[in-house]
């Protein structure tokens, strides 16, 4: 015959529930003292766990458990609990006697008396028995009840529950759980039933970690990859969970440069600089409370990268012109198709910046490294192109067969991602004659993306080279590999500036000469610290140029 294992309660001492040192007591029910009073409940051992200022009660309560249950063993066990309200001070102290206590489940069969002490008590007591750091079931105590005439009861032990968290009622509360994490993730990925393993994962994390910090997210990938997409949907997610109360705010980094990027995003007060003729709060104050998605944030200018830096450590910054600190409590979302380790090398990103936003960091795949999803995906883009376009269309069954062929084949380079396959199948439905994408609908869309592909494989630049003379002076300053991640309209630009630096004979000297137009319609004349601005964009002093 197999050895009956002991049951062991832990519970907390009620301060009232449990109080009572007068004779009269035994007319009340007492939920620690009635726990050990239920015939077909033995209890072998009660921990008792109470606050050293309470003892005299808990030592009279281990004195009443003794008169009506002898065989019951109670241990008096001291917790430090200030302010019984304070979720984390208590769950703190449960916790610590969590780790201390030495739980035997083979030999003893543990009961967590839920009832006594305060909800947030009971809250941490269920959460750290649903967490099995403490190994037990729930045992839930009820007072007894006065009959329909109202009639007290002759005995005031009440009533107690079981509960297992293994069982199926509580799977049941579980999977309710469950089902809102898959719709969340679902929701991730726009509905599309993708079949990537890894990419599947990826949505996962990014679930999880949209559900629990408010830190900082850094998305990467190539241009097309949905970045941005994704980003206002892990805004959407924490906005149904009431986690976000602002604005979803974004910003393509790559569309402002200077001043305009600093006043964009910290704002400016009238007449900062040149056409600031009112005031302007900035995205920044916008996303005040909500998210703030910063899209190909490589190409901010290191003014801008410290500005935004400080803004996400204090909450702080400084409109432009302003001497007055405006504040946001906003969540970062941050997106590149660049190596900013790389760039963080070359000078042109901060890297404190970069650790900073660095905390949670998810590199989203190009549509050519998933393949499989493409299937999925193009039912989703087919839907889009139905909403933009007022029209409906489908393909037959060679069709949609033929183009999968081509676009999951050695053929479908899907260099732009997403937007190529959106741009495909927008074509493909304005083009589909009745509605109906047929054969040759395919045929043509695959040819037209073929011959788009292979211009940037043929030997034809993805952007045009500048002239030998500018490749030269970007070159000396900037290294070969600091020219080639450079925009073509920065590569014309810069070298201008670079020639005409070089030579001046100083940097206000060079400053007059670039900015000589526009010298008489501004107030401020600090042409050299404009130009020390510009420069340091691009990771270059004037010290490097001089030399």
Same mark, same amino acid.
């Given at each position: ?52 200022? =309470?003892? !005299? ?14 065989? $019951? $063993? ?61 190994? @037990? ?37 579980? %999977? ?7 719709? !969340? ?7 599309? @039933? ?73 704002? =400016? ?8 003729? %009112? ?7 916008? !996303? ?51 190596? &900013? ?71 479908? =380079? ?6 190529? &396959? ?7 439905? $304005? &083009? ?19 011959? =788009? ?6 030997? @034809? ?14 070159? /000396? ?30 940097? %206000?000297? @060079? ?5 000589? /137009?526009?010298? /008489? ?24 140029? /001089?030399?």
């Amino acid at each position: 015959m197999a050895k009956r294992r002991s049951t062991v309660v832990i519970g907390l001492l009620g301060t009232e529930l449990d109080k009572g040192m007068r004779p009269e007591r035994w007319s009340r029910w007492r939920p620690t003292v009635a726990a050990c009073q239920h015939a077909d409940l033995r209890v072998d051992r009660f921990e008792l766990l109470m606050q050293e200022r =309470h003892r !005299a009660l808990a030592e009279q309560v281990a004195r009443d458990i003794a008169e009506v249950s002898p065989d $019951t $063993t109670v241990n008096l066990w001291p917790i430090a609990i200030a302010d019984p309200w304070d979720l984390e001070e208590v769950y703190g102290a449960l916790h610590d006697f969590a780790r201390e206590a030495r739980f035997r489940p083979d030999d003893e069969d543990y009961l967590a008396h839920i009832t006594t002490g305060s909800h947030v008590a009971q809250i941490s007591m269920f959460l750290l028995a649903e967490s099995r750091r403490i190994p @037990a079931r729930l045992l839930q105590t009820s007072p007894p009840r006065r009959d329909r005439d109202g009639v007290k009861p002759a005995t005031v032990e009440g009533t107690y529950r079981l509960i297992d968290l293994d069982l199926s009622r509580y799977d049941r509360i579980a %999977s309710r759980f469950q089902r809102d994490q898959d719709d !969340a993730i679902a929701s991730l990925k726009a509905g599309i @039933a993708t079949r990537s393993a890894t990419f599947n994962r990826l949505i996962e994390r990014i679930e999880l970690v949209a559900a629990r910090s408010r830190a900082p997210m850094l998305l990467m990938g190539p241009t097309g990859a949905g970045k941005s997409q994704l980003a206002r949907r892990v805004y959407e997610l924490r906005k149904g969970r009431h986690l976000v109360r602002g604005e979803f705010v974004d910003l393509n980094c790559a569309t402002v440069r200077g001043d305009a990027a600093a006043s964009m995003l910290f704002g =400016h007060v009238k007449g900062s600089y040149t056409g600031a003729l %009112s005031d302007r709060p900035g995205l920044l104050r916008k !996303a005040d409370g909500g998210v703030l998605f910063l899209d190909e944030i490589g190409e901010l200018g290191l003014d801008e990268q410290a500005m935004l830096l400080r803004a996400l450590e204090e909450g702080v910054f400084y409109p432009v012109g302003s001497d007055r600190e405006a504040r946001s409590d906003f969540q970062l979302i941050a997106g590149t198709n660049r190596d &900013l380790a790389v760039d963080v090398s070359a000078g042109r990103f901060r890297d404190d910046l970069l650790a900073r936003i660095n905390l949670w960091t998810f590199r989203l795949p190009g549509l050519r490294e998933r393949s499989e999803d493409i299937d999925a995906n193009l039912d989703y883009e087919l839907e889009r192109a139905a909403t933009s376009l007022g029209t409906r269309a489908t393909f037959n069954r060679e069709a949609r067969a033929r183009f999968l062929e081509f676009a999951t084949g050695p053929e479908g =380079h899907w260099r732009g991602n997403f937007r190529d &396959l959106n741009a495909a199948v927008t074509r493909m439905v $304005t &083009l589909a004659p009745g509605g109906r994408i047929d054969r040759d609908v395919v045929d043509e869309e695959s040819a037209r993306l073929r011959a =788009h592909w292979a211009s940037f494989q043929s030997g @034809a630049p993805e952007r045009p080279e500048p002239a030998r003379g500018d490749d030269e002076v970007l070159v /000396a300053a900037l290294g070969r590999e600091g020219v080639e991640a450079l925009d073509r309209f920065d590569r014309v630009q810069l070298a201008d500036v670079l020639r005409v630096c070089r030579a001046a004979g100083s940097l %206000s000297a @060079a400053g007059r000469v670039l900015f000589a /137009a526009s010298r /008489a319609r501004r107030t401020s004349l600090n042409d050299a610290d404009r130009l020390r601005k510009y420069l340091a964009r691009f990771g270059i002093s004037w010290q490097d140029l /001089a030399k």
